[in-house]
Nanobody, 123 residues
Framework: QLQASGGGLVQAGDSLKLSCAAS????????WGWFRQAPGKEREFVAT?????????YYADSVKGRFTISRDDVKNTVYLQMSSLKPEDTAVYYC?????????????????WGQGTLVTVSS
């Protein structure tokens, strides 16, 4: 029900925008999150946003000031705008939604997951 897209190969310093489109139901009252998993590492939190009633966002320290999470409830889509990309941002990025209005940094709190989209940043 979640389809992530927008990944690709970019150079350090470039920007990239990921999208996560939901289908089958409306997710306007749900919290959303982006997570990533680099090769040989555990999945880690990247960014989260609450339902549009509050639109509260929160970021991992490693991406704060470079990444922006946003949502478009009309399109049932969440975005992750990534700027000033670094090689250490290389990972498979996953979007997730939870049946709660608040965002969350814990992947266990999410009920729906996208399939992941690969972002590779070359130096």
């Amino acid at each position: 029900q979640l389809q992530a897209s927008g990944g690709g190969l970019v150079q350090a310093g470039d920007s990239l925008k990921l999208s996560c489109a939901a289908s089958g139901r409306t997710f306007r009252d749900y919290g959303w999150g982006w997570f990533r998993q680099a090769p040989g590492k555990e999945r880690e939190f990247v960014a989260t946003i609450s339902s549009s009633a509050a639109d509260i966002t929160y970021y991992a320290d490693s991406v704060k000031g470079r990444f922006t999470i946003s949502r478009d409830d009309v399109k049932n889509t969440v975005y992750l705008q990534m700027s000033s990309l670094k090689p250490e941002d290389t990972a498979v990025y996953y979007c997730a939604a939870r049946t709660h209005y608040g965002g969350n940094t814990d992947p266990v709190q999410y009920n729906y997951w996208g399939q992941g989209t690969l972002v590779t940043v070359s130096s």
